[in-house]
């Protein structure tokens, strides 16, 4: 059975994912991404670029600041609005999330094993912006604040993306980048952490309750979609609409993209109905105007924004998870193939073989040069080789033996089957692109 256990000892041992600044004791919900767990995030947002930017016509992507005008957030709603219901144990002063039933059960049981008092506060309202103060002069520095979400890189340059470009309603703006908030309990790994990376899309429509709908269900569908195609198992995700007393300060309508972890269904994704919420507030609290001018109808109006807000780190947590599989005498990552950090590996049989070893390299430099992204391993055994890049969810295992010497073939070994073919070092590159 897959546990969380299991997927954070393999994430440490074979460098995805650490615990951040572990070696001054670490810092509870940060995480810091090793050699393998860069290139399976760096792939699944290339992914996600791919299909949400460089494959559609009405998209543009934006890189904007994390740190931003603090009147943002006054306008965004996040000051007053961005609040997690917390209350703290009077016994031992630890602060809990009120809305967090199991996590309070369970801290109630510990205390009550060793016969102290159960007393919590009063609920109240806590703020997550995470502050930054800024400026050169002690006394006299400026609060500003680590973005709370990326939407609001797109929503303050929804002018200037508009007046710079060609682009007519419907259109999106997207973006992927970190966002900050003071989470009262970070846990699950990387799961709820305090930094974390977004990948957003603020898409802006007409005002008009029937096409917004419209569009809503595209994206919805689409964003699943995205998951199904790389890879993730469909009887592990789901779609879960929010009950009105869970909406966000800014949506109308909320539908999260669920998945099937060891410890529950939960959140990967989120597509929120926003209206013109951001527009409307941007215009009141800037005195700019946000309207767009419709040149067929030659009337104004405030766009309305469907939005799909995806985790970088969530989505790399739920592939790692629904990747893992425990076989008879071997652990494999059945990552998808462009999402597995290495497509590649190369053995020469023998390490003290300078011509086998010489054949391997050619072949190592030539798949690296066709931008395939490729390991090399020359320790031990081919059969502990093939166990170590299988947990690592390598494709292919690629060996240069004495054979290869005469007649320039190779043994191709495929992660999933474990199947084994003998094929001509001028085919290789043919083979494995397909
Ligand atoms: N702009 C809308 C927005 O930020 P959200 O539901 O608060 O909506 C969107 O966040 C996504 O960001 C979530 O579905 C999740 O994948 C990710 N996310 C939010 N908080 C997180 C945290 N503390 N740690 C890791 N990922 C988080």
């Not at 305090?194 to 809503?216: A, G, N, T, V």
């Amino acid at each position: 059975m897959t546990t969380l256990d299991k997927i954070v000892s393999l994430c440490k041992r074979r460098g995805f994912i650490y615990p951040g600044s572990e070696i001054y004791g670490g810092l509870r919900g940060t995480w810091d991404y090793g050699p393998l767990g860069a290139e399976l995030k760096f792939n699944i947002k290339q992914e996600w670029w791919k299909a949400m930017v460089k494959n559609r016509d009405d998209v543009v992507g934006i890189n904007a600041s994390i740190i931003m005008n603090p009147k943002v957030w006054e306008a965004s709603g996040h000051i007053t609005g961005f609040n997690d219901p917390l209350i703290e144990c009077k016994t031992c002063h630890q602060r809990f999330r009120a809305d967090q039933g199991d996590i309070i059960a369970e801290h109630e049981k510990l205390h009550k094993e060793k016969k102290e008092k159960i007393d919590w506060t009063e609920e109240k309202k806590f703020n997550l912006l995470v502050e930054a103060k800024l400026g050169v002069i002690e006394g006299g520095k400026n609060m500003a604040y680590l973005r709370g979400e990326i939407t609001q890189g797109a929503h303050v340059n929804f002018k200037n993306v508009l007046n710079s470009s060609r682009l007519k309603i419907p259109f999106g703006i997207a973006q992927i980048g970190k966002a900050f908030r003071n989470e009262i309990t970070p846990g699950n790994f990387t799961y709820r952490s305090i930094e974390f990376e977004q990948m957003e899309l603020q898409y802006y429509i007409k005002p008009d309750e029937k096409e917004s709908m419209e569009f809503y269900e595209f994206w919805k569908n689409f964003r699943m979609d995205w998951y199904k195609s790389l890879g993730i198992n469909p009887n592990n995700l789901r779609f879960r609409e929010h009950q009105k007393n869970e909406l966000a300060h800014y949506a109308r309508t909320a539908w999260d993209i669920e998945y099937n972890t060891p410890f529950g269904w939960k959140e990967c994704e989120g597509i929120h109905h926003r209206g013109d919420w951001d527009l409307s507030q941007h215009q009141k609290f800037s005195g700019q105007d946000m309207s767009y001018f419709d040149e067929e109808t030659k009337k104004k109006y405030i766009p309305w924004v469907i939005e799909t807000s995806g985790g970088v780190d969530r989505a790399t947590l739920f592939f790692l998870i629904d990747a893992y599989h425990e076989e008879k005498d071997r652990i494999v990552l059945k990552l998808n193939s462009k999402l597995a950090p290495y497509k590649a590996a190369v053995f020469p049989l023998l390490k003290n073989k300078p011509e086998l070893v010489g054949k391997a390299r050619e072949i190592y430099q030539m798949l690296k040069a066709n931008d395939l992204t490729v390991a090399w391993d020359d320790r031990g055994n081919i059969g502990k080789r093939y166990y170590s890049q299988d947990e690592i969810g390598t494709l292919h295992c690629i060996t240069v033996d004495f054979d290869t010497l005469k007649d320039d073939t190779v043994t191709v070994r495929d992660r999933d089957t474990m199947k084994q073919e003998r094929v001509k070092i001028s085919e290789l590159w043919k083979i494995l692109k397909k």
